[in-house]
């Protein structure tokens, strides 16, 4: 008995999934998102996970930005790039190139970059820019700060 119970509930979640997310599409906010990252080629799944959400969610119409600090500078690099392959993904070379297609600034941490030798040439490929303590605060506010329409 208890049973039949529980499976009547559950028939009725799609109808009622498919109520709430209609109801959510009619409120659907844009957001903004920075996005931070340490994560560098020593694991290839997690490097990618910047790059690779950010894109989907700027896809989704969401506004994004990275900013990668200290072994997650040398993915700027096109070589390690193109040799970092995320389990189930294509090369990070390929989703670091739908970022830049989208228009997703990216900084990477300058002192962390001058540590570990990426420079401007290695930024560009990317259209990335260096960054500082104070943009990445600057970055943190953008994200926070409510959006008028």
């Not at 990275?66 to 790039?81: D, H, N, P, T, Y």
């Not at 001058?114 to 290695?122: F, I, L």
Request: glycine share 6%; net charge positive; charged share 20%.
């Amino acid at each position: 008995m208890q049973r039949r119970g529980l499976l009547s509930r559950l028939v009725a979640l799609p109808v009622l999934a498919g109520a709430l997310s209609s109801a959510s599409a009619l409120e659907k906010k844009t957001l903004r998102i920075m996005m931070k990252s340490a994560w560098g080629s020593d694991d290839p799944t997690k490097a990618a996970f910047p790059f690779l959400h950010g894109h989907a969610l700027a896809e989704a119409g969401h506004e994004v930005q990275i900013f990668l600090l200290g072994e997650a500078v040398s993915l700027m690099r096109a070589s390690v790039a193109k040799a970092v392959v995320p389990v189930g993904w294509p090369p990070l070379a390929e989703a670091l190139e739908k970022v830049v297609a989208r228009k997703i600034p990216i900084y990477a941490c300058g002192a962390c970059s001058r540590a570990r030798g990426v420079v401007e040439a290695d930024l560009s490929n990317w259209n990335a820019k260096f960054g500082n303590p104070t943009i990445f605060v600057s970055l943190v506010e953008w994200a926070d700060r409510v959006i008028t329409e």
